[in-house]
T-cell receptor, first 114, second 114 residues
Framework: AQSVAQPEDQVNVAEGNPLTVKCTYS??????LFWYVQYPNRGLQFLLK??????LVKGSYGFEAEFNKSQTSFHLKKPSALVSDSALYFC????????????FGTGTRLTVIP | DGGITQSPKYLFRKEGQNVTLSCEQN?????MYWYRQDPGQGLRLIYY???????QKGDIAEGYSVSREKKESFPLTVTSAQKNPTAFYLC?????????????FGEGSRLTVL
């Protein structure tokens, strides 16, 4: 069975510092991996995805994520955090092409401190 | 602009009442989804529909019902059988393809049972 874990409920980082939000996954086949961001009382917005190819994926708002097959991880990163990056971040994994086979992590709340 | 519109944004219900949440999309997407979001639990799939006049139960379908009479519309009814309906409900759709596309989300509907 597929699953995704976000081991940190909360991440705090100072403005201007690099940030990392962690995600690990478990699938039996090739994973399709996604990151979404959610601002208070809003829907989720897509940030980036890994399907195949380069392990480093670049996405919206300066975010990037590194796919590591051996560690089954897909950590979200940004070189310099902004206060406006403060939000709830979700990692998701899909195994295969089934439209219903998308599983979300429990989310990590990122707070960027001015 | 294309997107997904959910209404109402906030809804209050007395116990024992059914309520219907609206979801409309003009993205020409075939597949649509309903998720429930509770604090600390991520997103859980309620129902999904891959084509008009067809829908499937997700992981937590009990106490909910849906219809898909038009491609653009996928309303969710929260029935009185749902024991704990207070939550944030998110509608989403996905473009046609091989299942590698990302979900597009509406802005959500927050249901509170009084």
């Amino acid at each position: 069975a597929q699953s995704v874990a976000q081991p940190e409920d909360q991440v705090n980082v100072a403005e201007g510092n690099p940030l990392t939000v962690k995600c690990t996954y478990s699938v039996s086949g090739n994973p399709y991996l996604f990151w979404y961001v959610q601002y208070p009382n809003r829907g989720l917005q897509f940030l980036l995805k890994y399907i195949t190819g380069d392990n480093l994926v670049k996405g919206s708002y300066g975010f990037e994520a590194e796919f590591n097959k051996s560690q089954t991880s897909f950590h979200l990163k940004k070189p310099s955090a902004l206060v406006s990056d403060s939000a709830l971040y979700f990692c998701a994994v899909r195994e295969g092409t089934g439209a219903n086979n998308l599983f979300f992590g429990t989310g990590t709340r990122l707070t960027v401190i001015p | 602009d294309g997107g997904i519109t959910q209404s109402p944004k906030y809804l209050f219900r007395k116990e024992g009442q059914n309520v219907t949440l609206s979801c409309e999309q003009n993205l020409n997407h075939d597949a649509m989804y309903w998720y429930r979001q509770d604090p600390g639990q991520g997103l859980r799939l309620i129902y999904y529909s891959q084509i008009v006049n067809d829908f499937q139960k997700g992981d937590i379908a009990e106490g909910y019902s849906v219809s898909r009479e038009k491609k653009e519309s996928f309303p969710l009814t929260v029935t009185s059988a749902q024991k704990n309906p207070t939550a944030f409900y998110l509608c989403a759709s996905i473009p046609p393809g091989k299942g590698t596309g990302e979900l597009f989300f509406g802005e959500g509907s927050r249901l509170t049972v009084l």
